[in-house]
Nanobody, 126 residues
Framework: QLQLVESGGGSVQTGGSLRLSCAASTYTYSLYYMGWFRQAPGKEREGVAAILTRISSTAYADSVKGRFTISLDNAKNILYLQMNSLEPEDTAMYYC???????????????????WGQGTQVTVSS
């Protein structure tokens, strides 16, 4: 059973940066896609960014384009999310997710992901 473990969350002020990591217990190259989701209190979980593991093609939510960068180190089996110019609206629990079958449809659909991490909290204060 694949396990995903996130780390790197914390508290920063507006304009600050954080880098989230997600360590996978299997070869990330064996997966088809991985992504980052977030959920703020009282809100639905939303897709932040995703990457196709074998060709490193990426996608981003409009709200984070130009500020966040998703990347994958297949040698270390670690997924990253570099977050710059953070805003209070980015405050949420961030989750790493992975899919082990070809992705058909919208990467932002959480139900297309088979595996999830436990989450790491990101808090941005103004």
């Amino acid at each position: 059973q694949l396990q995903l473990v996130e780390s790197g969350g914390g508290s920063v002020q507006t304009g600050g940066s954080l880098r989230l990591s997600c360590a996978a217990s299997t070869y990330t190259y064996s997966l088809y896609y991985m992504g980052w989701f977030r959920q703020a209190p009282g809100k639905e979980r939303e897709g932040v960014a995703a990457i196709l593991t074998r060709i490193s093609s990426t996608a981003y939510a409009d709200s984070v384009k130009g500020r966040f960068t998703i990347s994958l180190d297949n040698a270390k089996n670690i997924l990253y999310l570099q977050m710059n110019s953070l805003e209070p609206e980015d405050t949420a629990m961030y989750y790493c997710a992975a899919g082990n079958t070809p992705l058909y449809g919208d990467w932002r659909d959480q139900y297309r992901y088979n595996y999830w991490g436990q989450g790491t909290q990101v808090t941005v204060s103004s």
